[in-house]
C-alpha cells in the first residue's frame, strides 16, 4: 500500500555528511509517522530517528545532535541529514513508514548503503 525508495546513500569520510532521501508513494491510506532505520553488520536493526506528520522528532542516543529528521508533506519525502560522521553510523539505512491505522511500522523501503571510512 507505500512504496518506499531511499536514495542518498555513498562512501563518506569520517566527519563528513549525507543527506538521505525517502521518496513514498500512498495507495490511500494516511502516514502517521515515518523513520529511518540502519543495520550494520554483526548488529540489530536499530531505529535512529522517527518523524511524525506534525512534525515531532525523536532520535536515537548514537545520533542525537548529529542527524536531523525533516519531511516534505507536499513531495511524500523524508529525509535524513547525517553530519559529523563516524565510522561506526557505516550500515545500510532503511526508509519506514507508520499508517494511521497501524501500532509499528510496516512498510518498509530497500535499503540504501552508508560506508564511512577513510
Known amino acids: 500500500q507505500v512504496q518506499l525508495v531511499e536514495s542518498g546513500g555513498g562512501l563518506v569520510q569520517p566527519g563528513g555528511s549525507l543527506r538521505l532521501s525517502c521518496a513514498a508513494s500512498?495507495?490511500?491510506?494516511?502516514?502517521?509517522?515515518m523513520a529511518w532505520y540502519r543495520q550494520a553488520p554483526g548488529k540489530a536493526r536499530e531505529q535512529v530517528a522517527v518523524?511524525?506528520?506534525?512534525?515531532?522528532?525523536n532520535y536515537a542516543d548514537s545520533v542525537k545532535g548529529r542527524f536531523t529528521i525533516s519531511r516534505d508533506n507536499a513531495k511524500n519525502t523524508v529525509y535524513l541529514q547525517m553530519n559529523s560522521l563516524k565510522s561506526e553510523d557505516t550500515a545500510v539505512y532503511f526508509c519506514?513508514?507508520?499508517?494511521?491505522?497501524?501500532?509499528?511500522?510496516?512498510?518498509w523501503g530497500q535499503g540504501t548503503q552508508v560506508t564511512v571510512s577513510s
Open positions: 500512498r495507495s490511500g491510506f494516511s502516514i502517521n509517522a
Open positions: 518523524i511524525t506528520t506534525g512534525g515531532a522528532t
Open positions: 519506514a513508514a507508520r499508517l494511521g491505522s497501524a501500532i509499528y511500522f510496516g512498510s
